[in-house]
């Protein structure tokens, strides 16, 4: 097979927009030269159609490296499956206890305080970060799980790196112990999921979406510590031709809801990223990472969807052709609307949102002084300003930051209120980022409901 005789120049534009760099793959799928074990072949097709870049599907004569694979990418599927599907919420609810939220899958404990179970995964309770540090504490980060978590020995585990993408085709391990001796990095970043926000496609714009319905807490910030990826991928022997870097965790193959395999979870990343501030990290805010959160080491892509972060990972493929997994095509690009026919190029940086650390309909004494508290990010850049409505969005004053501002990471803020009356208020919190980027108040509709930028509106009772 040619190798990369269609990449005459490195590849572009994939810091801020993949869009650039994914024609490019959508090019040299059609040449034969990259591979999208797992993906169906009409998706392809249709990527390519919508991209003006196939005339017609008899022209198409590769794509599917190993035959086994592209069978399971021909496996019947309907539309509309999407990451996150299945089991839900809504059912996660109905049999939690007062003392904790059941999530099979899940190891640590989750007190119904800190805690919404969602089917696999658990959301964080804003309220549970009022009086927290700048960081989530680890025992109430969520939880988004595709399956469930492996409890996996530290001892016995060891990092595979390999592909053509590595000079020589060669492979390389990595034990904890190897990577702990490479020169280590220290830094605050959030996790968010991009469904983050799903519902409120829902209950405020009325739009219908699949995919779990988190609120706004399927996001955290933790400190991380860990080796550069691009440290780990020189030592292995990275050669000039590498693409794609393709993280794979070891957790058991997700299923679809109609009863796909899609295998292991797995999201190729564009080389230029991970070279750029990806970290393998073992330590979550100052402790060796805990079982739910990826031990013995995860992926760390800051500012990117939390997809990119991938959990107990065991293998990193080095690719001299661009990849495809199901969560770079089906999942994880926009398609509705508002969005051309193949979907966005795949979503790379997390959107701008605001949360106010007070539980849904929270009660609030009446003429009472109240500090409001909460906190802003961006994916984009670091967040510039956050402005609190108590009045629906009628008016808007400053938020006061508590946090000095970083890219990838979150602000705490706050905001005196002294209800005049008793009654329903609704609170606004709207954060405007370095990028210039104010949080909207829609967001356009995408199927998949990721991305959900705009400002929520927060009902509480002052009474
Ligand atoms: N191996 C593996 N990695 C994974 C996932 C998974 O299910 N399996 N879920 C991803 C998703 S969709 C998100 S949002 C983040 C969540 O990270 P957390 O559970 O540590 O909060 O992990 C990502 N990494
Ligand atoms: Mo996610």
Same mark, same amino acid.
């Given at each position: 097979?040619?190798?990369?005789?269609?990449?005459?120049?490195?590849?572009?534009?994939?810091?801020?927009?993949?869009?650039?760099?994914?024609?490019?793959?959508?090019?040299?799928?059609?040449?034969?030269?990259?591979?999208?074990?797992? !993906?169906?072949?009409?998706?392809?097709?249709?990527?390519?159609?919508?991209?003006?870049?196939?005339?017609?599907?008899?022209? $198409?004569?590769?794509?599917?490296?190993?035959?086994?694979?592209? %069978?399971?990418?021909?496996?019947?599927?309907?539309?509309?499956?999407?990451?996150?599907?299945?089991?839900?919420?809504?059912?996660?609810?109905?049999?939690?206890?007062?003392?904790?939220?059941?999530? +099979?899958?899940?190891v640590k404990?989750?007190?119904?305080?800190?805690?919404?179970?969602?089917?696999?995964?658990?959301?964080?309770?804003?309220?549970?970060?009022?009086?927290?540090?700048?960081?989530? +504490?680890t025992d109430?980060f969520?939880?988004?799980?595709?399956?469930?978590t492996?409890?996996?020995?530290?001892?016995? #585990?060891?990092?595979?790196?390999?592909?053509?993408?590595?000079?020589?085709?060669?492979? %390389?391990?990595?034990?904890?112990?190897?990577?702990?001796?490479?020169?280590?990095?220290?830094?605050?970043?959030? !996790?968010?999921?991009?469904?983050?926000?799903?519902?409120?496609?829902?209950?405020?714009?009325?739009?219908?979406?699949?995919?779990?319905? #988190?609120?706004?807490?399927?996001?955290?910030? %933790?400190?991380?510590?860990?080796?550069?990826?691009?440290?780990?991928?020189?030592?292995?022997?990275?050669?000039?031709?590498? $693409?794609? $870097?393709?993280?794979?965790?070891?957790?058991?193959?997700?299923?679809?809801?109609?009863?796909?395999?899609?295998?292991?979870?797995?999201?190729?990343?564009?080389?230029?990223?991970?070279?750029?501030?990806?970290?393998?990290?073992?330590?979550m805010?100052?402790e060796p990472l805990p079982p739910d959160h990826g031990s013995?080491?995860? $992926?760390?892509?800051?500012?990117?969807?939390? /997809?990119?972060? /991938?959990?107990? !990972?065991?293998?990193?493929?080095?690719?001299?052709?661009?990849?495809?997994?199901? #969560?770079?095509?089906?999942?994880?690009?926009?398609?509705?609307? &508002?969005? @051309?026919?193949?979907?966005?190029?795949?979503?790379?940086?997390?959107?701008?949102?605001?949360?106010?650390?007070?539980?849904?309909? &929270?009660?609030?004494?009446?003429?009472?002084?109240?500090?409001?508290?909460?906190?802003?990010?961006?994916?984009?850049?670091? !967040?510039?300003?956050?402005?609190?409505?108590?009045?629906?969005?009628?008016?808007?004053?400053?938020?006061?930051?508590?946090?000095?501002?970083?890219?990838?990471?979150?602000?705490?803020?706050? %905001? +005196?209120?002294?209800?005049?009356? @008793?009654?329903?208020?609704?609170?606004?919190?709207?954060?405007?980022?370095?990028?210039?980027?104010?949080?909207?108040?829609?967001?356009?509709?995408?199927?998949?409901?990721?991305?959900?930028?705009?400002?929520?509106?927060?009902?509480?009772?002052?009474?």
């Amino acid at each position: 097979m040619p190798r990369n005789s269609a990449r005459t120049t490195p590849p572009t534009g994939t810091r801020d927009d993949e869009s650039v760099y994914d024609r490019r793959r959508l090019r040299q799928w059609l040449a034969g030269e990259a591979r999208a074990d797992g !993906v169906e072949r009409r998706d392809l097709l249709r990527l390519l159609a919508a991209a003006g870049l196939a005339t017609t599907a008899g022209a $198409v004569t590769a794509g599917f490296a190993s035959p086994a694979l592209a %069978a399971t990418g021909t496996a019947g599927r309907t539309t509309g499956h999407t990451e996150e599907t299945g089991r839900t919420g809504e059912t996660g609810e109905a049999g939690r206890t007062a003392q904790a939220a059941a999530v +099979p899958g899940i190891v640590k404990p989750l007190p119904d305080a800190w805690f919404t179970s969602r089917g696999t995964n658990a959301e964080t309770k804003f309220e549970a970060l009022a009086g927290t540090g700048h960081h989530t +504490p680890t025992d109430r980060f969520f939880v988004r799980n595709h399956t469930a978590t492996p409890v996996l020995d530290p001892h016995d #585990w060891a990092l595979t790196v390999w592909g053509d993408g590595l000079v020589k085709d060669r492979t %390389a391990q990595f034990t904890l112990a190897d990577l702990k001796r490479l020169p280590a990095t220290t830094r605050s970043a959030f !996790v968010e999921c991009a469904g983050n926000g799903r519902s409120f496609f829902t209950t405020q714009q009325g739009q219908t979406v699949s995919g779990t319905a #988190w609120t706004l807490g399927a996001v955290g910030s %933790a400190r991380w510590r860990g080796v550069r990826l691009g440290e780990v991928l020189r030592r292995a022997g990275l050669s000039r031709h590498a $693409v794609d $870097v393709l993280p794979r965790g070891l957790d058991a193959d997700y299923v679809t809801a109609d009863g796909t395999n899609l295998g292991r979870v797995r999201r190729p990343l564009p080389l230029s990223k991970a070279l750029d501030d990806v970290l393998l990290a073992y330590e979550m805010n100052g402790e060796p990472l805990p079982p739910d959160h990826g031990s013995p080491v995860r $992926v760390l892509v800051p500012s990117w969807v939390g /997809i990119a972060s /991938i959990k107990w !990972v065991g293998d990193i493929e080095v690719s001299a052709q661009p990849l495809y997994s199901p #969560w770079n095509t089906d999942f994880y690009r926009l398609f509705g609307d &508002a969005y @051309p026919d193949e979907g966005s190029a795949p979503l790379t940086r997390q959107t701008l949102k605001s949360a106010f650390e007070l539980p849904w309909n &929270a009660s609030l004494e009446a003429a009472a002084e109240h500090r409001l508290t909460g906190r802003s990010w961006s994916g984009a850049g670091a !967040v510039a300003r956050v402005d609190v409505s108590t009045d629906g969005g009628a008016t808007w004053r400053p938020a006061r930051l508590h946090d000095t501002p970083r890219r990838a990471d979150w602000v705490r803020w706050s %905001a +005196p209120w002294r209800p005049a009356a @008793p009654g329903p208020y609704t609170l606004l919190a709207r954060a405007t980022d370095t990028t210039g980027r104010t949080q909207p108040r829609t967001t356009p509709h995408n199927t998949q409901g990721y991305l959900f930028d705009a400002v929520v509106h927060h009902p509480v009772q002052a009474v």
